[in-house]
């Protein structure tokens, strides 16, 4: 059965494409065989196409998930695990981040106070050098625009991201409390 993960955790097309498609390959990539989790959250899916109530859906979908060798321990564990591959990716991601922002803006600004530290000194010349003057000038005006688009962006870049790994992490961590509260564990 294929899983269609952006029906599952984005069935109404809101979150970030760019980083949703990351987030979910990566969930893609590590997918369990057999039944767990994705395929306990396809079926109830398909259980809530028929309108009925979340509570009903879930004992439903697992009775018939049991036939199959599924229990209460592995829909959780199985449910945590992805949400420690979404952890591993934000780290991962943060990462990447980290280094784009040194890259493209920390490192801009030390070259920008840098280059202010050069006009200041290049001000105290006489008239001869006012044509540098004016060059490092330009320069100093499209480092600043460099920096804050590449500032703009990759924050942009952050905020989207941030925001499609607290809704599939959200999805997931109710999908738990509902699960724990409508499969009460069994001594």
Not at 5 to 10: A, G, H, K, T, V
Not at 12 to 37: H, M, T, V, W
Not at 67 to 76: A, D, F, I, K, N
Not at 117 to 135: P, S, V
């Amino acid at each position: 059965m294929s899983i269609d993960l952006i029906e599952i955790f984005d069935d109404q097309n809101q979150l970030d494409q760019k980083s949703r498609e990351f987030l979910l390959k990566a969930i893609e990539n590590n997918n369990k065989p057999g039944f767990d989790y994705l395929e306990f959250k396809q079926a109830l899916l398909r259980l809530k196409e028929m309108d009925m109530d979340p509570a009903t859906a879930i004992k439903t979908a697992f009775t018939t998930a049991t036939t199959v060798g599924l229990t209460r321990e592995y829909l959780l564990e199985s449910a945590g695990y992805y949400l420690s591959i979404l952890k591993n990716e934000y780290e991962q991601f943060n990462h990447a981040l980290n280094k784009q922002m040194e890259a493209r803006v920390h490192s801009r600004e030390k070259q920008k106070s840098t280059l202010e530290k050069k006009l200041d000194a290049i001000n105290k010349k006489i008239e001869e050098l006012k044509k540098e003057q004016e060059t490092l000038k330009v320069k100093l005006e499209e480092m600043d625009a460099d920096t804050h688009e590449a500032r703009k962006k990759i924050e942009k870049t952050s905020e989207r991201f941030g925001e499609t790994l607290k809704a599939i992490t959200e999805r997931i961590e109710k999908d738990i409390d509902q699960i724990k509260s409508h499969l009460p564990e069994i001594s």
